[in-house]
């Protein structure tokens, strides 16, 4: 993908994923690919499988044209055995989705996540407030993206 491709996609609506073994944080962009809001949270089937139908519902729905997916990074920047896990399962999703697939540094956004929502006056208590630092989580993800963050 050229520097021109990467800005254009930059500036079109895109899906932000926060891949987790549990559950999988959606966030989307506006129409134009500038901001990004926390969409829902995915509970990963028993197998694990990620819940491939509903996700290409929700790229339908918001046009996405991209998938950004954080890539959890070691603190010291080194990849760990989640990482390829979390890249496969990517490459799938993205496969699944005919969507390309761009990989950004996720460290401490779920920490980004939770301050955010703390601010706003939710603590993380429930499994309802987990789902929500999911979503917010692949917001931060998202948004650091949009914003111009390096693909991994």
């Given amino acids: 993908m050229t520097l021109e491709d990467r800005t254009a996609a930059r500036r079109a609506p895109a899906l932000g994923l926060d891949f987790g073994r549990k559950r999988i944080g959606v966030a989307r962009s506006d129409p134009s690919g500038t901001l990004a809001s926390p969409h829902t949270t995915l ?47 990517g ?29 706003a006056g939710r603590a993380r208590s429930t499994r309802e407030d987990k789902g929500r630092v999911d979503a917010a989580a692949a917001a931060v993800i998202l948004q650091s993206w949009l914003d111009g963050a390096a693909e991994l």
């Fill in 43 to 89: 509970v990963r089937r028993l197998n694990r499988r990620p819940p491939y139908g509903t996700l290409e519902e929700i790229a339908d729905e918001v046009g996405a044209e991209t998938l950004v997916m954080g890539l959890p990074l070691e603190l010291d920047g080194s990849e760990s055995e989640w990482c390829a896990e979390v890249r496969e399962a």
């Fill in 91 to 119: 490459g799938r999703i993205a496969a699944r989705l005919g969507r390309p697939l761009v990989f950004v540094d996720e460290r401490l956004t779920s920490v980004q996540a939770e301050e955010a929502l703390r601010g």
